[in-house]
């Protein structure tokens, strides 16, 4: 069975940086497409960054662009989220997310597989 555990969240200041951290388990990391996703209290849940199975596509929310790099490595089977530049209105929970050979996507629904959050904490 899948299982993706994230960490790395905290509380930093506005203009901080945090790098988030997604292990998974099971069977042919190479073979998903994984992403973050964030929800602040009150809002739905949504995409932030994603990258594919063979790492040749990644999206990124616009309002992360330019701040947030996504990666992988697959050797050990970890996702990671650098997120520089940090403002308040990052702050949310933060999951990672897991679908089988899916295409690059930011839709909840399009993701079949999810760890727990992951607090980012950001102050002005």
């Known amino acids: 069975d899948v299982q993706l555990q994230a960490s790395g969240g905290g509380s930093v200041q506005a203009g901080g940086s945090l790098r988030l951290s997604c292990l998974y388990s099971g069977f042919s990391f190479d073979d998903y497409t994984i992403g973050w996703f964030r929800q602040a209290p009150g809002k739905e849940r949504e995409g932030v960054s994603c990258i594919s199975a063979g790492e040749r596509s990644t999206y990124y929310a616009d309002s992360v662009k330019g701040r947030f790099t996504i990666s992988r490595d697959n050797a050990k089977t970890t996702l990671y989220l650098q997120m520089n530049s940090l403002k308040p209105e990052d702050t949310a929970v933060y999951y990672c997310?897991?679908?089988?050979?899916?295409?690059?996507?930011?839709?909840?629904?399009?993701?079949?597989?999810w760890g727990q959050g992951t607090q980012v904490t950001v102050s002005s």
């Open positions: 997310a897991a679908q089988l050979r899916g295409a690059v996507a930011s839709s909840v629904k399009a993701y079949g597989y």
